[in-house]
C-alpha cells in the first residue's frame, strides 16, 4: 500500500510543476506570494484529514520544526527556480533527491554504500548537466543560477523525507500532517517582504483558479508522500522524485504549442534520454 501511496504523490507532484509555470507567465508573477497562496489554499484540506485522523500536539516539536524549515527552503528554491527553468529541466533534477538521502544516510545515519553505489551515484551526477541541455548554451545550461538554485531545492527536498520519517515515528502521522503546512507557511510569509512594489497583485477570480488547484494537488501529495515516507522512504523517494512533470510538459507542449517551452527533437532526446538513466540508477541505488 505504501508503493500505491508513494505513486499517487509521484503523479499529484507531477502536475503542480505545469500549474506554477503557466500561472507564472500571466497571472502570478511573484514567486514568493505565489508560494504563500499555494500553501494558505492547501492547508484547510490538509487540516480537516489531521483532525479528522486524530492529529494533536506534537510530542516532539523539534522533528517537526525541523520537518517544516526543510519544506519552506524547498519552497522557496523551488519556486523561484522554476520561475525561470523548463519543466523538462526541472524534471529529471528530482532524481537528485536520491543521491542527497544516501549521502544524508552516510553522513547523519552512519549507512555504508558499496563501490558500485557510489559509482550509481557518480553517473547521476555526471547525466544532470544533460537535463538541462538547450540550444544556445548546450550543456553550459545546467550551471545557470537558476538550475543551481534547483538543486539546491531537491537536497531540502531529501531532508524533507528524512525529518518526515522522523517527525512521524514520533509524533504519529496525523500530528505531522496537522502542523508541516502551517509551520511551512508561517515561516514563508516574511519572504512577501522581497516583492517589489511594482510587483504587487490586483486579484481577480481568474488568478485564483490555479491555487484550487495546487490546493487539491498539494493535499493529496502531502497526505500520500507522508504516509509513503513513513513506510519505505528509500524507494518512496525514487517514487515520489520521478519526472512526472517532464512527460506531462512535453505531451502538453507538443500538443499546444509554445503553451509551455519549445525546443527542438534533439534537445528533448538528449534531456530524456539524460532523465532515463538518472532515474533507472536512482531505482537501483534505492534498492541496494
Not at 84 to 101: C, E
Request: aromatic content about 14%; hydrophobic content about 55%.
Amino acid at each position: 500500500m505504501d508503493i500505491f501511496f508513494a505513486w499517487t504523490a509521484s503523479i499529484a507532484s507531477g502536475i503542480s510543476p505545469l500549474v506554477i509555470k503557466a500561472s507564472s507567465k500571466s497571472l502570478v508573477k511573484n514567486p514568493w506570494l505565489f508560494n504563500i497562496l499555494w500553501l494558505t489554499f492547501g492547508i484547510p484540506l490538509v487540516v480537516m484529514l489531521a483532525i479528522l485522523k486524530g492529529g494533536g500536539l506534537p510530542d516532539d516539536w523539534l522533528s517537526i520544526a525541523l520537518l517544516s524549515l526543510s519544506s519552506a527552503l524547498f519552497y522557496a528554491f523551488y519556486t523561484v527556480s522554476l520561475y525561470k527553468i523548463d519543466v523538462t529541466t526541472m524534471g529529471p533534477l528530482f532524481s537528485l533527491r536520491t543521491v542527497f538521502a544516501v549521502i544524508l544516510g552516510i553522513v547523519v545515519l552512519q549507512e555504508r554504500v558499496s563501490l558500485f553505489g557510489l559509482g550509481l551515484i557518480a553517473v547521476i551526477v555526471l547525466m544532470s548537466p544533460l537535463a538541462a541541455y538547450n540550444e544556445s548554451l548546450k550543456i553550459r545550461a545546467f550551471f545557470q543560477k537558476y538550475v543551481l538554485l534547483a538543486v539546491i531545492a531537491m537536497v531540502f527536498l531529501a531532508l524533507m523525507g528524512y525529518f518526515t520519517n522522523i517527525s512521524v515515528a514520533k509524533n504519529g502521522y496525523a500530528t505531522t500532517l496537522l502542523w508541516q503546512d502551517i509551520l511551512t507557511l508561517t515561516l514563508l510569509l516574511p519572504t512577501l517582504k522581497l516583492m517589489k512594489r511594482e510587483d504587487e497583485e490586483k486579484f481577480t477570480i481568474k488568478k485564483l483558479y490555479p491555487f484550487m488547484l495546487l490546493g487539491l494537488t498539494g493535499f493529496v501529495y502531502t497526505a500520500t508522500a507522508t504516509l509513503a515516507y513513513a513506510h519505505n522512504l528509500a524507494l518512496s523517494s525514487v517514487i515520489v522524485s520521478l519526472p512526472m512533470s517532464m512527460i506531462f510538459a512535453y505531451l502538453l507542449s507538443r500538443s499546444y504549442a509554445r503553451f509551455l517551452e519549445s525546443h527542438s527533437s534533439k534537445v528533448y532526446a538528449i534531456r530524456f534520454s539524460a532523465a532515463f538513466i538518472m532515474v533507472s540508477c536512482a531505482i537501483w541505488l534505492s534498492l541496494l
